[in-house]
Structures are given as structure tokens and as C-alpha cells.
């Protein structure tokens, strides 16, 4: 089983930034897929980005050219640089692991103002 711990959340202003964090721990194998994916109120959990371990990522449409994944096998760490914010993308953000099934973090709120 692998947990999740996520960190680096908080409230920003419009064209600020944030990065954050997701380390994970337990029954961690050498083959998965890391990302992010976010849950704005009233709308569907929609992919933000993602790292494999391969090599290979993939962004939103909407967050391409401001965030950027990054990962750390070392340190089994994913991270998301989030510049330019824009208040559409206040939401919480929730870390994903994948190997055969999905595991999620506990989600961390991003909040960016007018």
C-alpha cells in the first residue's frame, strides 16, 4: 500500500505562484505514474498533470505554459509549479499514484484571488 502526503497549498493572488508538494511512502515500485489532478466546488475531479516513470508528461490544456510537473525518484516526490494563477484555478489538488490502481493524497486547497 503507498500513502500520500501532500503539502503546499494556500491563497494567492491572481498572477502569483505556488508549488506544490506530494512525498510518497510504503509499497512503492519502481514502474508508476505520479500527478496531480484538482476539484474546483460543484465540478468533477479533472486531471491537472502527470509524470510517469518513464519520463513522460502530460498536462491540462488549461494549465499548459504556467505549471510544471516535476518528480524526484529519490525521493519518491512529485511536484507542481503553478505560475501565473488565475482564480479558475482555486481547487482543491490532490496528489495520484498509480501502479494497477489508483491512490490518492488527502488534497490540499489552492485558493487565488481577484
Known amino acids: 500500500q503507498v500513502q500520500l502526503v501532500e503539502s503546499g497549498g494556500g491563497l494567492v493572488q491572481a498572477g502569483g505562484s505556488l508549488r506544490l508538494s506530494c512525498a510518497a511512502s510504503?509499497?512503492?515500485?519502481?514502474?508508476?505514474?505520479m500527478g496531480w489532478y484538482r476539484q474546483a466546488p460543484g465540478k468533477q475531479r479533472e486531471l491537472v498533470a502527470t509524470?510517469?516513470?518513464?519520463?513522460?508528461?502530460n498536462y491540462a490544456d488549461s494549465v499548459k505554459g504556467r505549471f510544471t510537473i516535476s518528480r524526484d525518484n529519490t525521493k519518491n516526490t512529485v511536484y507542481l509549479q503553478m505560475n501565473t494563477l488565475k482564480p479558475e484555478d482555486t481547487a482543491v489538488y490532490y496528489c495520484?499514484?498509480?501502479?494497477?490502481?489508483?491512490?490518492w493524497g488527502q488534497g490540499t486547497q489552492v485558493t487565488v484571488s481577484y
Open positions: 495520484m499514484w498509480k501502479y494497477r490502481t489508483y491512490t
Open positions: 510504503g509499497s512503492i515500485s519502481s514502474i508508476n505514474v
Open positions: 509524470f510517469t516513470s518513464a519520463g513522460i508528461t
